[in-house]
């Protein structure tokens, strides 16, 4: 069987209909085990003291603030080379997600940032790229209201996708490129020495599942949903024509 | 039951506060899309039949 068959709207809502409830009970328990296990049951850290708790929400929302455009970097392309409607459909359908873990991962850092570096901002490489991130997908997500076909927002959209891609990579890599800057360099790596403790490693990874499996599941739910808008289009178009 | 957040408290609530609320919304506003999009393809759909289109 090939992945291209997903390209079937038919056959992906049939899909989505047998994954979303699996998905939605495991990204429940995931994220409950993970949050309740950091917020409850890990201590103070030495220097940071309890905000290290918000270490739980602001990495998952970051990493999966990236993903989501990487996932929407990929499926566009798939949309300007193969002309798969699910799958721009699919795009379009990540960026409200995308954004919500855009906004998250910038309060949370704020709030984090605020009583440790004595700051709610500063203009650091990987910071700024992000606030630039945040405003891509704003563009993205308007390019998309703004154009009424549906072919030519797609086109549009995917190549706004490609460009914004470069500052998807600066948010994760600015700390490598740059050595100035407030913020650190990454908190979980496959370099065991890089890592946080294991008393919050743990708590982490299940919020970091829970995070994507989140991603995965509303992006189901919400291609599905785009695609029955689609859907419900052509039949008034249909009806207008007949009329 | 509640941990102990000390001079921190106000940020670390608020982190979870607002991060909660704004899943929250993105999981019913999708949901509510949702249900919206298959009732009205379903009408839709029904209305079609009905006229034999």
């Not at chain 1, 995917?158 to 100035?180: D, E, M, T």
Request: hydrophobic residues 55%.
């Amino acid at each position: 069987m090939s992945i291209w068959e997903y390209a079937n709207p038919v056959r992906f809502i049939r899909t989505a209909d047998r994954v979303l409830p699996w998905a939605a009970a495991l990204t429940a328990a995931a994220l409950l085990v993970g949050l309740i296990w950091g917020f409850f049951f890990t201590p103070d850290d030495y220097r940071q003291g309890s905000t290290v708790k918000i270490i739980f929400l602001h990495v998952p929302a970051a990493m999966m603030a990236i993903n989501a455009w990487a996932m929407m970097l990929v499926t566009s392309i798939i949309w300007l080379v193969r002309r798969h409607h699910v799958s721009a459909l699919a795009a379009k359908a990540a960026a409200p997600i995308g954004i919500t873990m855009t906004l998250i991962a910038l309060y949370t850092g704020a709030v984090w940032g605020q009583p440790m570096w004595g700051t709610w901002w500063e203009w650091d490489p990987r910071l700024t790229a992000f606030l630039i991130l945040f405003i891509f997908y704003l563009g993205y997500m308007a390019l998309w209201a703004a154009i009424e076909n549906p072919d030519t927002a797609a086109d549009l959209t995917s190549v706004l996708c490609i460009v914004g891609s470069v500052f998807a990579l600066l948010s994760r890599y600015a700390v490598n490129f740059w050595n100035q800057g407030l913020h650190q360099g990454a908190s979980l790596s496959l370099d065991a020495e890089e890592n946080v403790h294991d008393v919050f490693y743990y708590p982490l990874l299940f919020c970091i599942a829970g995070f994507i499996l989140l991603f995965v599941t509303l992006v189901l739910l919400r291609t599905r949903t785009e695609i029955r808008a689609r859907r419900i289009a052509a039949l008034l178009a249909r009806e207008a024509r007949a009329a | 039951m509640m941990p102990e957040l000390g001079k921190y408290a106000v940020e670390v609530l608020s982190a979870y506060a607002v991060s909660i609320l704004l899943i929250a919304g993105l999981v019913a506003l999708s949901l509510w899309r949702s249900a919206r999009m298959r009732r009205e393809l379903r009408q839709i759909e029904e209305r079609h039949r009905r006229n034999g289109r």
